[in-house]
């Protein structure tokens, strides 16, 4: 049974760093590829950053030279490190990867919010 569980949001100030974490359980990490997606109040989910089994990423052009996403083996874990934020970072972020090609994971979500 695959489990993802993301932890790490808060509230930040702009300009500020915050690093997520993704836990996860009945996978392994390193050989499928983990993406962070995020979902903001009324807007629809959308994928921010992804990291392949042979440690290729990507990111959403909105993120890119301020988020960085990176995993660590032992641990079973992707991150999600998130710098210069804007207020427009505010969302729910959520982990996910996909298995067999048809086969959709999500964790719970966390919350991320921007302001002074």
């Known amino acids: 049974q695959v489990h993802l569980v993301e932890s790490g949001g808060g509230l930040v100030q702009p300009g500020g760093s915050l690093r997520l974490s993704c836990a996860a359980s009945?996978?392994?990490?390193?050989?499928?590829?983990m993406n962070w997606y995020r979902q903001a109040p009324g807007k629809e989910r959308e994928l921010v950053a992804a990291?392949?089994?042979?440690?290729?990423?990507n990111y959403a052009d909105s993120v890119k030279g301020r988020f960085s996403i990176s995993r660590a083996n032992a641990k079973n874990t992707v991150y999600l490190q998130m710098n210069s934020v804007k207020p427009e970072d505010t969302a729910v972020y959520y982990c996910?990867?996909?298995?067999?090609?048809?086969?959709?994971?999500w964790g719970q979500g966390t919350q991320v919010t921007v302001s002074s």
């Open positions: 996910n990867t996909l298995l067999g090609g048809y086969q959709v994971y």
């Open positions: 990291i392949t089994s042979d440690s290729s990423t």
């Open positions: 009945g996978i392994i990490v390193s050989i499928n590829t």
